[in-house]
């Protein structure tokens, strides 16, 4: 008995030195992910990024993860610390100003998509974790900027879920930047992005854009409407946006009763100058909904609600979702042009 006593009791110290060692091993591996700076606090946000050039000055820099990152010894610290930087943010303006940029034209005026994608300096498609893959074509300078672009605009969930493609192409309208456009007719669970590498525009007229056509895949994707026949709200081509959407609820407060979708944008501009953030706004609904959207992300909160264009933005105010995304695209933006 005293034998088998001492062995059971040997064998259980084993276990035990056994489980100990693990649990220190899991933790020692663990430590980095907490804190990039080996600080003892173990609070930190941090960003991936390509370069210490990408931190703002708000951060710092981790070379051997390179993630830019701020320390705080709470979650609270961690709080105040990132609302201090969306401050420093509010104050930038990322727009072009409220320049009428007619992205869509080029979708209405040149139906041979195919002939634009063979001819295009460079065609990627978009993998699962924001992979940018080149189908065809060259990954120039000039089109690893406007990927690079693209990718700090478009989060990577979204980009996973709702992007196909990115192409790069030339288009015989100079004044159209870029448009947007299910990969199959009829299925707006994936979209192509096309950028008009002739326009000339510079990068913040491209931004500006680039968040307008985001704003159409966000709202006119497959999940943003209802796919049913019978729509109580307004109807387009991507499905119903009835009172349960975004695009239902803009129509309903701003258009319906007020605004012809079908008159143009001339004469419902016209009509009230300052229900739009510009003209272009005054075409549709939809469009309506991807400009404003646009001086949302780009441009600091209006301080007032005297004209209904200001309402308009502070509109998305009442969608948590879209206000951290918001947070998020402008920070990638200051990295950007800082």
Known sequence: MKKVFYGLAILILLLFAGWLIVGLSLQEAGAP???????????????????PEDCTKLEQYDAERNVCFIECESEEECDAKEAELDAELEKMDFSAGNKSLEADKLKAEDSEGQALIDNALAVYSIE????????????????????TLVQKILPANISDKNVNRLILMYHKDKDGLAFVTPTRAGDTSKWDIFVNMNSGSDEKEL???????????LFLNNDALKQTEMCDGYTVDEGCADN???????????WEGKFDPEA???????????????DYAATNPTEDLAETFANFVLKPKPSNTQYVMDQKILFFYEFPELVKLRSQIRRELARAFK
């Open 244 to 254: 349960s959407t975004i695009l239902g609820k803009f129509y309903s407060r701003f």
């Open 33 to 51: 992910a907490e804190n990039p700076s080996d600080n003892a606090s173990g609070f930190v946000i941090e960003t991936e990024v390509d370069g």
């Open 264 to 278: 143009g944008a001339e004469e419902n501009f016209m009509k009230e100058q300052t229900a739009f953030v510009n």
């Open 207 to 217: 931004v500006a854009t680039l968040v307008h056509e985001f704003g159409h895949i």
């Open 128 to 147: 699962k974790g924001e992979k940018y893959k080149l189908l065809r074509g060259k990954d120039n300078t000039e089109a690893q900027k406007i990927r």
